[in-house]
């Protein structure tokens, strides 16, 4: 069996033709740095495997080629990974869940996650790490509990608002005009006053 070290030798003696082939190759695509990267594992991964099974090395033509089939066909080196968050083998396995920033602000009919998980990521993303374990806790605990007061819809707007959404497409998720988001923005902002005090009113919750 030809050794490892003959193999990354053989490698590097090819590598600045491999290189400027795959180049050429991943301008044709958007993300080039990305596609690069990802063909340049695979003929890596291919000219060693080859070279290990059968003592044959490629060529760099040939490793350009089925790299850029293997691309073409959506096949990834990081396919059959389980470290990868983003990797189909670790969804599959259940390791990792993507949840998108546009499931949490969808419309409810549409809404694809339950609520709790849309409040346990609001909550992870507006928490802020500059206050101690105590006050963070007592913060969710708080708002927990103030948005079981709301109707479905001002619990929407509200949810809307603190993943960053602008007001016209909150109106139009909701299927109300801009005028009748301002005045439930007020009523909003009554029920925040009224339950935690006028200094915690946001922005974004007047008129």
Known sequence: MVSIRKIQAAF??????????????????????EVFTEMYSFAWINFRSKARRLG???????????????????????ENTVKDALAPMARRLGRTRVIYFSQLSGSKRNQA????????????????????????????????????????RLRRILRGLVVGDAKGLIAKRLGISNGRLSQLLNVLAREITAFFGPEIVPVGCVA
């Open 56 to 78: 044959e090395f490629l060529s760099a033509g040939q490793l350009a080629f089925m790299s850029l089939r293997r691309l073409s066909s959506g096949r990834l080196v990081t």
């Open 12 to 33: 590097q003696s090819i590598a600045p033709e491999l290189e400027s082939r795959l180049w050429r190759c991943a301008r044709r695509f958007q993300e080039t740095e």
């Open 113 to 152: 996650l339950t609520d709790s998980t849309v409040q346990r990521i609001t909550d992870a993303l507006t928490a802020s790490e500059r206050e101690g374990p105590d006050v963070r806790a007592a913060t969710r605990i708080d708002w927990a509990a103030f948005m079981r007061t709301l109707p479905n």
